[in-house]
Nanobody, 121 residues
């Protein structure tokens, strides 16, 4: 009933920038925390950054000062602005959102399909 769709991935040279977007659609009562995870080949999925419905943010130390997470609640969309990209940022980036589909139900996690980010010269 709920879908998350990401866009904005691609190939970029070291030092370049990309902006990822993720939009939630379907039957939604409320969206709580939204975030971006990433998974590189041979590595476990890692939380990169998260943002609450009130706008509080956090991010993993390795991207601090380079990545910025933001959201547009009216559009049910979360963004990840990635600057000064490094080869070690190469991964599939996956959107996550904690969503209520009705006022009286529990919050559930939803996941996007992922978008590939490749940083290479």
């Amino acid at each position: 009933q709920v879908q998350l769709v990401e866009s904005g991935g691609g190939l970029v040279q070291p030092g370049g920038s990309l902006r990822l977007s993720c939009t939630a659609s379907g039957s939604i009562f409320s969206i709580h925390t939204m975030g971006w995870y990433r998974q590189a080949p041979g590595k476990q999925r890692e939380l990169v950054a998260a943002i609450t419905s009130g706008g509080s943010t956090n991010c993993v130390d390795s991207v601090k000062g380079r990545f910025t997470i933001s959201r547009d609640n009216a559009k049910n969309t979360v963004y990840l602005q990635m600057n000064s990209l490094k080869p070690e940022d190469t991964a599939v980036y996956i959107c996550n959102a904690a969503i209520q589909v009705a006022a009286t139900v529990y919050i559930n996690d939803y996941w996007g399909q992922g978008t590939q980010v490749t940083v290479s010269s």
